[in-house]
């Protein structure tokens, strides 16, 4: 196809377009306003060209430096495609490790199995049932480490199955191949995509701060349905904002020293949603507090944060941190414990006042994180971290799922003793491993299905009627510009990227441009029909294995939360609020979120979600009074019988039920009365031990005190 002698006077040929490009970016920008495209159509053109020129440049640097397999370093241009800087470098990390770990992997399994068929197909299929859990359990791209791992590990044993002493070989070509793509992406992605996941990030943590400030502010008799909004969409840009921080992270040598820092900011705000609910729990029920001064402060702080978003947006960062200051060393000089209010009174005063001083003091911590973040501030790690929710229920199906579907296509290609079997193994490998985190993974196979139907036709077309015209590089790189450049604009588009996903696999595999190239009619076709093969395979697993279940999905959030109710109680160690409330506000999420299985269409199991969020944290400060506070003998012994039922909690949800409200009994009358410096622990465990039976009442069902539906 390709010939080298011919070609060594060109070397410089892909360094000239390079920099012909980018000396045109400055033209190609003027002509948008010419061309009338939005922002986001020349964006989307411009990935095209950017993959188009990364493909071709992979591409001739394998035949350069004569891989075996130059077209995987084609394909795996598409693979890491990403459309910022940040992301492909986030990407591109993971991929390599992945790649140096299925290398090993693929070697390993010819090594041992390569005369025994049968042991190396369940050798395979357990190896790429636990990359596919491990991959399920991981978040943002260090799940394609495991993912990459799973399918070159196929791809490698599947080459070698019939050339085993060829092994350490093709595992080399294999993996240089996927290194050399990796490389040009990131090459060209770095000099001509935008940088700009850095300044997204700061500027979404500038919006969330302030959303964070307008739900804090939020008056408790409010519209419900309003405060729903502010707090269901802050909650989503949270979550999402994790994955943004590790792309402007890798991006930005910089920004990396904060990524600790901006995460820190993520949690400090999902605390201030925490305690501005249970604030709102209690107000709703209880009313506001008959106390002048408590009232006085409610709207000086109310004032405060209505003006804080303005103040972030000015840069009054100083300002701001003073002000809260002050207005927290006065909220902590007010003592209801030493009125002579009725008990009830003094109890609510006391849960007003606390849930108002650990809201400020979230806001406070916000504000700092930001503060250090504007002035590169690299002192001390920030102490709060993110600790989001894995699902590893999903994980072990659909770990399952891929055992099952390789082991159903090695069945298939040894019973029928198809030269072309491997590579159905290596496609179910990829589909298996690559979409089992989606939310519909057997809709994703259907799609590549009938995407690989039509890269299959047009490979045919390219292969047999277009490329034998030529054996230029120049030839190759300009057609092939008439297949990626399409390509790119249906993989820049989400909601056509896995069609044009499943596409670049197939197509890529039709050509394979090798050199020399060979055309061997037959040799497509087989290949073509075990791509499909293995597609199928993949795609019947998921709706034939554990077919979806949204109930069942719903119950095993619901397990979780349960579980980790128990387990709040029992740790030895006590939780930090942060890891508990990150993780249960993912799981609110995906009780709400229409792409995940176990969401449901009602705001029932939001409310209900963040209800277990609140009792949860209610669990955690009896247990950090207990051990910091010098409680009274009683009044500490009624505290260990409640932590006690809830060690319990999983399977005897009734137990902790009954126990809480025998305590409250029994500490309603362990009041000492005004003046005594005992009181305001008392008040803060009576109004503690009311919150948790309030949120055990009122939300039965995702407690499984009912039938989880």
């Not at 060209?188 to 701060?209: D, G, M, Y």
């Not at 944060?305 to 103040?311: D, F, G, T, V």
């Not at 160690?573 to 508990?580: D, E, M, N, S, T």
């Not at 500490?667 to 009365?673: E, I, R, T």
Request: hydrophobic fraction near 50%; glycine fraction near 6%; include cysteine.
């Amino acid at each position: 196809m390709l010939d080298l002698a011919k070609q060594r006077d060109r070397d410089t040929l892909v360094v000239a377009v390079c920099w012909k490009l980018r000396m045109n970016t400055a033209s190609l920008s003027a002509s948008v306003q010419w061309a009338a495209l939005s922002p986001r159509a020349w964006e989307m053109i411009c990935f095209a060209l950017r993959n188009w020129l990364a493909s071709v440049l992979a591409l001739y640097v394998a035949y350069a430096i004569q891989l075996d397999v130059p077209y995987w370093a084609w394909l795996t241009v598409w693979i890491v495609a990403q459309p910022t800087a940040g992301m492909a470098l986030s990407k591109s990390l993971y991929l390599v490790l992945g790649t140096i770990a299925g290398a090993v992997l693929g070697t390993t399994l010819i090594a041992l199995f390569a005369q025994t068929p049968e042991l190396f197909v369940l050798g395979l299929a357990l190896l790429i049932g636990g990359c596919t859990v491990a991959s399920n359990a991981l978040t943002n791209f260090r799940a394609y480490a495991t993912v990459l791992a799973a399918y070159s590990s196929g791809l490698i044993a599947a080459d070698a199955i019939n050339a085993p002493d060829q092994v350490f070989f093709i595992a080399m070509a294999r993996a240089a191949a996927i290194l050399v793509g990796i490389t040009c992406s990131i090459l060209v992605t770095s000099i001509f995509a935008p940088h700009r996941s850095e300044a997204a990030t700061r500027k979404q943590l500038l919006a969330v701060l302030q959303d964070a400030a307008r739900r804090a502010g939020f008056p408790w008799r409010g519209d419900n349905e309003t405060r729903l909004k502010i707090g269901r969409k802050l909650i989503f840009d949270l979550v999402a904002l994790d994955t943004q921080i590790e792309f402007a992270a890798a991006e930005s040598g910089a920004f990396r020293v904060q990524a600790n820092r901006a995460r820190s900011l993520l949690a400090h705000i999902f605390s201030t949603i925490s305690a501005r609910r249970s604030l709102d729990a209690h107000l709703a029920r209880r009313s506001w507090p008959r106390h002048e001064a408590l009232e006085v402060f409610h709207e000086v702080i109310l004032d405060f944060l209505r003006e804080m978003p303005q103040q972030l947006e000015r840069g009054q960062i100083d300002e701001l941190m003073d002000g809260l200051g002050d207005v927290r060393r006065q909220l902590g000089l007010l003592r209801p414990e030493q009125d002579t209010a009725s008990p009830e009174g003094v109890v609510s005063q006391r849960f007003v006042i606390d849930r108002m001083d650990d809201l400020l003091a979230h806001i406070g911590g916000a504000l700092e994180d930001w503060y250090n973040i504007l002035r590169d501030f690299q002192g001390d790690r920030p102490q709060l971290v993110l600790n989001f929710h894995r699902d590893l229920r999903a994980a072990w199906i659909n770990g399952l799922r891929a055992f099952l579907a390789v082991s159903a296509t090695g069945a298939f290609w040894i019973a029928s003793a198809w030269t072309h079997g491997p590579s159905a193994l290596v496609f179910v490998s990829v589909l298996m491993s690559l979409f089992s985190s989606q939310p519909h993974p057997d809709r994703i196979g259907w799609t590549f299905f009938k995407a690989g139907l039509v890269a299959i036709f047009l490979g045919l077309i390219f292969k047999y009627l277009i490329l034998p015209a030529s054996s230029d590089f120049e030839y190759l790189a300009f057609t092939l510009g008439f297949i990626l450049f399409p390509l790119g604009l249906v993989m820049a588009n989400p909601s056509t990227a896995g069609a044009g996903g499943g596409f670049s696999f197939v197509f890529v595999n039709m050509i394979r441009p090798l050199n020399p190239m060979t055309y061997d009619l037959a040799d497509t076709l087989n290949t073509g029909i075990a791509i499909l093969v293995g597609v199928v395979f993949g795609t019947l697993s998921y709706r034939l294995i554990f077919p979806p279940d949204p109930r069942a999905a719903r119950r095993y959030v619901t397990y979780r939360i349960r579980l980790g109710l128990e387990q709040l109680a029992l740790d030895r160690r006590i939780p930090a609020f942060c890891a508990w409330e990150t993780r249960m506000y993912d799981r609110v999420i995906r009780l709400n979120d229409p792409q995940n299985l176990s969401a449901t269409p009602t705001d029932e199991w939001l409310d209900a979600g963040l209800g277990a969020l609140t009792l949860g944290n209610e669990i955690l400060r009896l247990r950090h009074w207990l051990a910091s506070e010098r409680l009274p003998e009683e009044l500490k012994s009624a505290v260990q019988k409640v932590i006690h039922a809830f060690g319990h909690f999983f399977h005897q949800p009734l137990r902790a039920v009954a126990e809480v409200k025998d305590r409250i009994e029994q500490v309603s009358n362990l009041d000492p009365g005004p003046v005594q410096p005992e009181r305001r622990d008392w008040a803060r465990v009576l109004g503690t031990l009311e919150e948790i039976d309030f949120h055990l009442a009122q939300h039965p069902r995702l407690l499984k005190l009912k039938e989880i539906t």
